[in-house]
């Protein structure tokens, strides 16, 4: 079955940085898109950042663009996100999720997701 394994959630201090990995596994990585979404409590969930299968168009959410970097590996069916000069309010549950059809901001659209990694920024 596909699993979507997160790994790098951490705690840390306001402005330093954090390297999210999702390891995928019983899906063709190279044929879906793949998005970062992230949670906080009482929140809804919300869109980061997403890449296409090739790695050669991104997209990002306004309140992160400059500060993330979402990037994949296709020889190792993983995708990244690179989180630098992190802030309070990016204190969440991170998802990834995968997405036959494109890299869309809505979660609706994708098939996948993985179960999270916790990521506290202090301020």
């Known amino acids: 079955q596909v699993q979507l394994v997160e790994s790098g959630g951490g705690s840390v201090q306001a402005g330093g940085s954090l390297r999210l990995s999702c390891a995928a596994s019983g899906l063709t990585f190279s044929h879906y898109a793949m998005g970062w979404f992230r949670q906080a409590p009482g929140k809804e969930r919300e869109f980061v950042a997403a890449?296409?299968?090739?790695?050669?168009?991104?997209n990002y959410a306004d309140s992160v663009k400059g500060r993330f970097t979402v990037s994949r590996d296709n020889a190792k069916n993983t995708v990244y996100l690179q989180m630098n000069s992190l802030k309070p309010e990016d204190t969440a549950n991170y998802y990834c999720?995968?997405?036959?059809?494109?890299?869309?901001?809505?979660?609706?659209?994708?098939?996948?997701w993985g179960q999270g990694t916790q990521v506290t920024v202090s301020s």
């Open positions: 999720a995968a997405d036959l059809k494109g890299t869309g901001s809505s979660s609706r659209n994708y098939e996948y």
């Open positions: 890449i296409a299968v090739s790695g050669g168009y991104t």
